[in-house]
């Protein structure tokens, strides 16, 4: 070992300079981008703020709101991709990465950061022609260019594109950086050569690119939005005539819909929950109904995912405001830490439906779906799979020890109440505002945002300034990974949809055997691998707009289809080995990921008889609609 170090300080010898003088520009550009981040989630939340104050109270509409946020949006959305990148938060599966050898492993992370940056070298001079384009439209309310907007792209792209090189440098081993570039560029050079083949290939293509090509990235360690991307230009380039210009356009369609403006809002408001003590007194509540029953911490669990689901939207934001409140009492109580790992998961999987789940608002934004109906639908199916987590946990938890818990009296259940009242009553009103059609989602996040300061800062008392900046700083880079995806994932479906395999796939479901019922069986099989390998969003936007026209077709109702599909997504998700949701509740849990794969299957097997449950009765995700 002391021989492989010594090899690995001289191999770094060779760039150490090169390194420093990277790294000392990528610092001071870091910083920089962080700050703009962080005001530009500041400003969205500052100018939404004032169009819903300004309507609602004052009854005299910004007319340049919407117009504002919009360019500023996207603007977040690019920024926050860069930050994801310099900090290595993209979404990627490494469950096969992980386990190969070390030698493997780095060759692979190389291989990631170098696909990524093949990418960027590609897209970056059209996203400059796109904007330099956008510079002959101009914007309705304040008559400005739209390249100010557009110009969001290019800058991105291009500050990836710097991380990435960083990040290269930071490997230190010129040998490895040099064998991973070589490996992309022979890839890439031996896909050019065959360019006129594959322009004779038809549709064959899409099988070459969509599933080979994606599938190849994925499993290498390349990040989702990354992989789509490669896949799409690849595509595009060498099997048709479009320009790849028109990409850059389809991206920015996917990242600018104004529902997902309400993403990086419910994130920051789920950060804001956790600081100010509201997470807590729920569980604080929960716990003071049923600590005293067998198992009772578990259920709580439970519950206290059902009602935080439904302030933050997501579900690393759910699990982190719980999981550490509750995780040490449950060991104190000799709970096994990897059972409440997989109950984590589990229940990660179970609330996908409760709005504002971000997925529900991407379903929304890519197939028209009303957002109010699915924020309606949602509430009782995650209620069916909660029901069936808790039936294993009576199990489970059937002989467990009580002699050192003490039942909580009426008047500290009554204390813990009035402490939890203000929090609880927050995701009622965000459900209510929106359903009732009184807000959008939008709008809605930005009172949650405001309650939720106050909250703090008057009844809880826990309000800590200096975590604001990095708050806001991590909603940007969380929300730039996730809509990054969105966008080249929308590219990506926009070039299947232009293939004409839409079509193919529409005559394929509808002509399945069993009609409807072999549709749904068929959908669930698929959206659980989905799930597992891509993640919810991307799936969404890459199958939502092909997939619930023919459910609509067949007589499924939206709503229903969309419960399901959610559903079996999010049981992808949190599904081990591959899902990358077990493996953020194994971190934030502090737990082994190897403890709970025995303990999870359960729990799965008694939510995919949930997931039955809902699907084959339509009343539990329309009944209320």
Known sequence: MHVAHSVNERRGDQLAPLTRSALAVEHVVGQVVEVGAALLVAAEICVLAAGVFSRYVMHQPLIWSDEIASMLFLWLAMLGAAIAFRRGEHMRMTALVSKSSPGARAFLDVVAVAGALAFLAIIMPYSFEYAAGEAMIRTPALDLQNSWRASAMFAGFALMALFAVTRLLRFGDLRLIGLALLAVAFVSCALWLGRPMFQTLGNLNLVIFFVGAVAICVLAGVPI????GLATIGYLALATRTPVLVMVGRIDEGVSHLILLSIPLFVFLGQLIEMTGMARAMVAFLASLLGHVRGGLHYVLVGA?????????????????????????????????GDLVALLAATGAQTETIPPSIVLLTIGSVTGVSIAALFTGGMIPALVLGAMLCTVVWWRCRQESLADVERATLKQIGNALLIALPAVVLPFIIRAAVIEGVATATEVSTIGIAYSIVAGLVIYRQFNWKRLGPMLVDTASLSGSILLIIGTATAMAWALTQSGFSKALSDAMTGLPGGAASFMVVSIIAFVILGSVLEGIPAIVLFGPLLFPIARALGIHEVHYAMVVVLSMGIGLFAPPFGVGYYAASAIGRVNPDAGMRPILGYIAAMLVGLVIVASVPWLSIGLI
């Open 305 to 337: 995912m059902y009602l935080v689901s439904g302030i933050s939207g997501s579900k690393a934001a759910d699990m982190a405001a719980v999981a550490p409140v509750l995780f040490p009492e449950l060991k104190q109580r000799g709970a096994h830490e």
């Open 225 to 228: 939005a990354f992989a789509f």
